[in-house]
């Protein structure tokens, strides 16, 4: 398993940006899949983007063109840009960790870490 911390979440108005980050901790820093999910109030969690070992980068429909997700291999660190928020983009934000292909189901990932909140408002 991989330890995961969350960093970065608040409140921002629509039309905003935050900044979210999110470390991990393993002994195998090799083929390494991280993605980003949420779960807004009453809903279902939801993919929002995975960065794969090898830099392929895929995101939701949701959040295409405005958020950006990035990994440094080397810090072992996923980061999420969130331009252009929307008031239902407010979700808690979870970073998780797989080793091998990513995926967009949340039960294929076994390292989750502990969720930040977004809140944003009109």
């Known amino acids: 398993q991989v330890h995961l911390v969350e960093s970065g979440g608040g409140s921002v108005q629509a039309g905003g940006s935050l900044r979210l980050s999110c470390a991990a901790s393993?002994?195998?820093?090799?083929?390494?899949?991280m993605t980003w999910f949420r779960q807004g109030p009453n809903k279902e969690r939801e993919w929002v983007a995975f960065?794969?070992?090898?830099?392929?980068?895929r995101y939701s429909a949701l959040v295409s063109g405005r958020f950006t997700a990035s990994k440094d291999n080397t810090a072992l660190r996923l980061s999420l840009q969130m331009n252009k928020l929307k008031i239902e983009d407010t979700a808690v934000y979870y970073c998780?960790?797989?080793?091998?292909?990513?995926?967009?189901?949340?039960?294929?990932?076994?390292?989750w870490g502990q969720g930040t909140q977004v809140t944003v408002s009109s």
């Open positions: 998780a960790a797989r080793y091998g292909y990513c995926f967009w189901n949340p039960n294929q990932y076994d390292s």
């Open positions: 960065v794969e070992s090898d830099g392929n980068t």
């Open positions: 393993t002994h195998r820093t090799s083929d390494l899949c």
